[in-house]
Every structure is written in structure tokens, then in C-alpha cells.
């Protein structure tokens, strides 16, 4: 099993920066194992990802953040630093459609995916058999206009209590509360099932089937205050024709929806994933 | 050479319609080459492509109007009757970009595009020498807003002298008014460069790179009263990351022009195209 | 539920070919729902796949057959008539892997698949849990160089038992003996981790990685008698750069083959499939 | 005008690798635009490619060399300096397809690739109109079996004339020499119409077509004495189908492969691209 450490950087571009990090992991004896920088010389701003193998490195992660503190400080680094041994806890939300769940769960089964899901919450009954079938936990909330506040309440509770790092909203059909939103940022990922900003908010496969388009898409997002407007993580399409009907958009949706759901879970859950100007920097 | 006949048909769905086609043309002597039907079940709408040879067929174009007729009005028929022999003439409008110009006239002279470019239409003059090299007479119109209309005037004048089947505008800069749009319904082609109708309107590849998607699109559509809202022909996109900068999207996205508007100028040509509900019907 | 009857025609082309048709199914009432015919003129070969509603058609089975047969005689056609509401019956054959599998379950279970999961035999344990989740017999058939023609005698025994018309191999890694592909002919369905051609054989992954391809590929086929070689039904590709290890590979191939499989499987269960010169004509 | 340096590495991965180019570097002033590594963990193998302003870097092209040559000998790299100012030069051989070189003209008319075509070289006269449009020598020299040790001994004398940096096949029909070949190691670009390693050899349309499959694809690569064999640098396919007859393969075909070689050769001029075990690594 993999046992690294992950440091994400992103601060203003400045001479000499690479140097200063460079020598502190090499001080530490660090075996850097993958490294990606990325510099946006418009903004004058400098992203890096950086994992190195934890064996023969001498710093404790107290140590480190102590250590590192003074060069972060040097060049107003935002930093984070993650292990990859440390397994992420995801709260999967949903609704009635499982495809993206079926998928999660298949992904998680197989170890492509480096976390936990430590429980699944949906405002139907349907996904409990699976849940079941896979001895994840399956919390049933339904919501209505009149429960929406007290659902959230329900549901923050059941996230607090499994310590849930990231929620994926799988299909999941309810907005969520502004004030829900803003516990979590940078920590729920939804996938909405147009290539956006096409067809955002409701009926997305309805509208581009009455627009006439030659390819659907899919489209993986933080989710934000404001409906399909956070940053992309990933998308894709496929292509359709006149042979194809509204069922047909549906059927072919659903393909893409689990692949860019599944990739943006996989990324975040790597710690690959930077942000800026509501946009992502996705280190591959 | 290939010399043959396109019907082109559409019109309510119903028993019979297929049978008593095929009868009419077998009748003829037809030897049918290609064809290929389509039914909308909801709109109960029926479009059929039919192509044959013309060698052994017994009616010239005048004795199949007249002997067709009945067999259309039984059915309600909307329908055309084309030549593949009669080569359509094209006027290409453009404005500096020469991207889409340079690939027409190349799939024009290795002979992928059944027409002949009939005349060029710049509002700067930087095509020229494409156009001479390629022994197409140029047109140099300056549009401003206060000529616009005297502009068009001009326009209309030479593609009625140059007796233009098609307008395809290869990155023209400039928008038709209604009225010049009006006199070519389904006959003027354009290519908007980004996923429409993501990204309507002036500058499509800032506002893609601004909300920071994963994809680029391109696509070609006919040309309708309301800005980029006409029936889409054909759409493609390619992948970006956060590696690409402003350049990178516009690059990438010539690219993706020239292919999707040649396909749909190819598929216009060879009356590969119906209309209905503002979308397209691709018979390929 | 659809209630409709395909036919599916393949013979030489000849004029008066589609009349026939035509007027054979007006004349007994088919409400014709979708039609699509190809032409290879080189080969002059002529195919059709028509699918009318049932209601109203005048024909029962045995009645089509015998009122039919003369048109195809006259016409040397060879056919098939299926009705969309008997299901087919299919045997999945799997290994360890189970990626396939899931995805065809799933696809199963929402409707995608116009068939019944028959049964599912393994030659390893694995996939029991999830046969048995699904409520689909699960039969462990180990095979070993040693056991392998007794092996087969048995999964010819459960296939009889099943009664399946098809047999999937998703992700199966055993070879099938020429005698066991004979008795199915364009009968079983194989998804092979490559783009083939390229790739024949064992370890796709392992040779295009060291190739130093840039993109890898899964391809469904038919199963005959020489390995990888059977008419293909649909391939698909994925990006991969010098960033992906073997591993990212294998994981990439995943999502491939579950695309790429399914697909050929839903086109057989609609009987969109006609084979000529070892390649496929796919109706969509 | 870009004004840059660009150093590209390779060698055994180390610790403290990048801590030294990096300290390097910025001792000597450099302002870091891009910077990109890759590491082959199982080789055990580190490649860089950094590029930097030269406008307040300390050291010429001389220095620099002095300078670094220490630390290039402590890490046992491989390494090579380049400057974005420095042109490289082109020459393009050319058969009787134009496609490709009409291609690689507009981009170079265009600025998007960062080089001169110094020379076409054609075995027909085919392209001479072109090339004079776009004021580049042409030379003509035809090859047979009887003269190709003569024609490649005047192609090497052009080449030498022009001082040729990199050659590009641009669809040139003739198999080179190995002795040719050998004279510019990693200098020499070709595409393959195919998805390499399918379809290794002549007419590998025609291959695809037989062998039925549903995706064509375009392979850039450069050239070592065996056939189709070298470095992978760029492939795309796109789809096809039964409907899709052997002249539409060749046509869809030229879109393809006009996309590879442009970026390969792109790549290749923004020195992009390191090698090994016969493969590469783009650094995009």
C-alpha cells in the first residue's frame, strides 16, 4: 500500500520559489515520487503538487507544518498537506436513479478509489438493497419544501456523525441550502447532466434534445452558492443524431454522468484538485 | 462521374408511404444507390433520402415533377428533387481569419465538396491572394455600421450576379441583417466557434476560458434571424486543461472550425440535410 | 411495453427489392416504426432491418413465414423475423474481473438490456455474491488445461438447461474451443482489452504500454475460431499519456470495455446486427 | 516575440535532482515561465523540460554550458539547451497528397509553429503552385528503384544547402534508406495512416476497411530504421461505419492525419518531446 505525503501549494509566482521547496523536501530526505507545477503568468500565480514516499523522510506532519511554516510564509504560500494512508470519508448522496452509485460503489470495491464511503443518504428507499449489498450504512431522509430545513438538519447530523470528508451528490435531485453549502466548501461534488454552461438547472437532456445538438454531455462541479455555477472538474460528451430520442439522451447521459462523477471523485480524493477563479487546476 | 438523382422528402408519417415511393421509382427503372428513411413516432413525421443512378432511369427532371406530383399530394409530401451532376455554387464570405477559407478551397480542389466556389466576399482585404491563387474572383466589401446597408446591397448584387446556391460564412465577423438573412432561408451556412448555445455571441472563447471548462466546442448551424440560434448541423469539441491559456483555446479551436463547418457545407451539397422543428436531419 | 416484429434482410441488390418489401408489409397493415437499409455497391449486396407495430398487423408468425417465403425466394434473400417481447435468454461467462459484469446487471435491471440474465458461470468464485445479490444462478465451472473439455460438456449442459440464445464473455479469460464456437455461431460476444487488430492475444495492456501508444482501445466482437478475429461490433479509445502507468492502463481499459461490450450486447438484443465478409452491419 | 530559454533533461532519478537545477537556476536569475517533470518510477528515470525568460538571466548560451556542465556530470544527465528565438528549419517532403502540407503552410503563415520551412522536396511536381505561393524553394526529385541512392544523395544535399533541422514526411510515399534515416536520429517526423501498431505498412485503409473496424486513426512518429516501428509522438482516430466506403475512410483519413503531424511537428519545435525506450514524453 501506497504511504506518501501530498504538499498543494498555490501562491504568488516568485523567483525562486521551486528552489526553497526543493531544497526543504531534499533537506528532510524527502524520495519525491511525483511533482506537477503549473504557473498562470497572466495572474502571476504558482501551483504545485508534490508526493513523496514517507519511508526515510524525517519530518512528523506536526514537525513539517512547524518547519514549513517560515517558507510558506516567505512566499504567502496557501498550503496543505495530506497523506495518502489517511483515507477520506465520503457521504454519497441520492435519489432514485443509482448509476453513479452503482458505479462509486463498484470503484470503491476494486480500490480505485482512495477512500471511504462511510455512508449513503437518500430521499428514497430505493438505493437501501445496494447500500445493504455493500454493508455501507443507507440513512433514508425524504424531502419535501416544507421539511427542507429539518432534513439538512438530519442530514448534517448524520455527516458529523460518520465524519464525513466529502460529499458526492450522485444524482442526488434536491438543491441544497446556501447556509448547507457553505459548511462544506470545496467539499461537495455534484455531476449535472448537461455539458455546462449549457442547459444549466432542471430538464438539461429535455432542452438539448429540443435544441437539436449533435453531442450531450456531463459535467462534474464543486458545487457553490449559485446552481451549476462552481468550478469544473471534469467533462465529456458523446455524440448523438436525429435517431436518437429524448430516452436515447437519457440512456447515453448516464454513461457520461458516471464517468466525469467518478474521475472528479477520484482527483479530489488524490488530492489533485487545486482552485482558482472558480476554475481547477487538476494535477494528472 | 457520378451522375444521380436525390429526392428528398418529409411529411406526416403513414401506412404506405414507403411502398408506394418504391413503387414510383421501380416503376422508373430506378436503381437506387442509396436511401435511407427516418420517423419521428412523436411528431408522427416521416424524411426519406433516396439517391439512384440515372443511367436507365425514364424520366428527365420536368416528366418526374409532373408524374410525382400525384404520388406527393396523396401523401402531403414536402419534397425536392436534385442532381448531383448540377454543381451548386458557393459565395464564402469572409473576414481576416483564413483558416476555414484555406480548408474549403483545398476539399474543393482535391474534389470533397460537390460545388464550385463561385465567388469570395471579404470585408478586409487579407484573402485576396488565397483567392487568386485559387483562380476565384474576390470581392472586397468594407462593413461599418453606417454602410451596413449599402454593404448588403453590394453583397446581394454580386451573389446574384455569381448566381450563389449557398452562403457559407468561414469566421465572417460581421452579422447579416434580418432582411439579407430572409432571402436565403436554409441556404446560408456558419460556423460559431464555441459548443452552442453555450457561449452565444461576441467572444465565446474568453467566456469558455473564464468558467474554466474542460472541453471546447465548435459548431456549424444555418443561419436564422436570431443570433447563433439556428438549426446546428454539426458540433465537435477537443479537450483543455488548465495548461491551455487564451491562445491555446483559440488554436485548438481553428481546428475544430474547419472540420465542422466543411461537414456541414459537404452535407448541404449533397442534399443530406432536412429541416424540422429547428433541427437538422443528417442523412449520412 | 413494445409489442413489435423486426425483420432483418440480407440478399443480393436488384431493383424492385424495396417495392416488394414494401408492398408484402402495407398490404398486411404494418405500422412501420423505424426502417434502415444499407447498400454495398462494390459487393452489390443489399441489407434491411424494418420494425413495425404489432397491433393491427395481420400476420402471426407461422402466417409471415409462409407468406413471406415466396418474396424471399424470389429475391434470394436471406431472413430473420424476431419479436421485440421475447426476450432473448443470455449466458455471462466471467472470471475474476468483474467491471463487466456489474454494468451489465445494472443495465439489466433499469431496462437498458432487452433480454434475461439467463445465468452466469464462473470459473472462480468471485462473481457469486453479486450473481446472487442480482438473483441470477451463478455456476462455478473451474477449467484447467486437464479439465477443460469436461468443462465445457458442463457449460453446454447449463447453457441447454438455461436455454440461452446468447452468450456474453465479459472479461472471461479462458479460450473457447473451436468445437464449443461452432455450436454458436454469431452467437457469443466477446469484449477483448485492445483496439484491435492491434494487440492480438494475451496482455493487451502490458504491449501497448510498452508500444508507447497514445491512445488504447476495447473492441467487442463476435467469437469465431480464430482468436480476436471474429467480425468486430464496436470499439471505443481513451486518451493515455506518458503520465499513466501500466496500472492507469488497466484502469482506463475499464471503462472501455464495459462501453464497448454492453453496446454490443444491447444492439444484438434489438437484432440491429447483420454480418457479411466478416464485418457488421450495425442498424442504429 | 517570445524570448526563451528551454532545457531538457533526462536521467537516473536522484534525490535532490530538482532541488539543484532549480538552485541553479535561480542563482543565475532565471524567471521560471513553465516548468514540467515527469518520473518513470519502475525505470527509475527523471526527464525535465523548464523554460524561462532570458531577459534578466545572467548567463549566455557559453556560461551556461560551462556552468551547468557540473551538475549535468554529478546527476549523469542528458541534457540539451534551446533558445524560442532560434528558428529551427523545415524541410518537408511531399508525394502527390497535398493535405498535409497545406496544412503545415497555414499554420506556419500563422505563426503557430515556431519554425521556418526552409525547403519542400517532392518526387512529383504536384506541390510546386503551393510551395511558390508561399515563396519556399521547391525542389523536385523524382525516386525509382534504380535511382533512390542518387535522389537520396541530392535530397541530402538540399538538406545540407538548407541546413535542414528536422525533416517531415508530409505524406511522402517513399520508404527512406537506413542510411538516410540514420543521418538524422530523432530529426525526422512521418504520419501513418493508421492507429499504429495496426495496420503497420502500405495501404493500411484498405486493411482497416477489410478488417472492419469502426474507428480509423492517424499516427504521427518518428522515423527509425524499422518500418512504422518508431517513437510514438500524437495518434487520433475517428469513427466509422458501414456506411462508410473506402473513399470516405481515405477522406476522413486526411482530417486525421493532417491533426498529428501538425502537432507533432509543433511539439517537436517548441522541443516538447524527450525519448525513450521508444517512446516519448510530451510535455504539453
Known amino acids: 500500500m501506497k504511504n506518501t505525503a501530498i504538499l498543494l501549494i498555490d501562491c504568488p509566482d516568485r523567483k525562486g520559489l521551486v528552489a526553497a521547496i526543493a531544497n526543504f523536501l531534499y533537506a528532510n530526505g524527502a524520495n519525491i515520487l511525483h511533482a506537477d507545477q503549473h504557473q498562470d503568468n497572466d495572474l502571476n500565480l504558482f501551483f504545485m503538487r508534490v508526493e513523496w514516499d514517507l519511508e526515510g523522510f524525517g519530518l512528523s506532519g506536526d514537525a513539517f507544518r512547524a518547519e514549513f511554516a517560515p517558507v510558506a510564509a516567505r512566499f504567502h504560500m496557501r498550503w496543505k498537506l495530506a497523506y495518502s494512508a489517511r483515507k477520506q470519508r465520503l457521504a454519497v448522496f441520492v435519489s432514485r436513479y443509482q448509476h453513479c452509485l452503482v458505479d462509486l460503489l463498484y470503484r470503491r470495491q476494486i480500490g480505485e478509489l482512495n477512500g471511504e464511503i ?167
Chains 1, 2, 3, 4 share one sequence.
Open 118 to 284: 462511510a455512508v449513503i443518504i437518500g430521499n428514497h428507499e430505493d438505493a437501501r438493497p445496494l447500500a445493504e449489498f455493500h454493508r455501507v450504512p443507507f440513512e433514508h431522509i425524504p424531502v419535501t419544501a416544507a421539511t427542507k430545513r429539518e432534513a439538512e438538519q438530519r442530514q448534517w447530523d448524520i455527516l458529523e456523525h460518520h465524519q464525513a470528508d466529502l460529499i458526492v451528490l450522485a444524482r442526488y435531485m434536491q438543491v441544497l441550502s446556501p447556509e448547507f453549502v457553505a459548511r462544506y466548501p470545496q467539499r461537495i461534488i455534484n455531476v449535472h447532466h448537461s455539458f455546462l454552461p449549457a442547459f444549466v438547472g432542471a430538464r438539461p437532456h429535455q432542452a438539448a434534445f429540443q435544441r437539436g445538438v449533435k453531442l450531450i454531455g456531463a459535467t462534474s462541479h464543486y458545487v457553490t452558492e449559485v446552481l451549476d455555477d462552481g468550478p469544473i472538474i471534469e467533462q465529456d460528451v458523446a455524440r448523438v443524431s436525429h435517431r436518437h430520442d429524448l430516452e436515447d439522451f437519457v440512456q447515453t447521459g448516464r454513461d457520461l454522468e458516471r464517468l466525469v462523477l467518478s474521475r472528479a471523485v477520484r482527483w479530489h480524493l488524490e488530492h489533485r484538485i487545486l482552485l482558482y477563479s472558480n476554475k481547477t487546476v487538476i494535477f494528472d
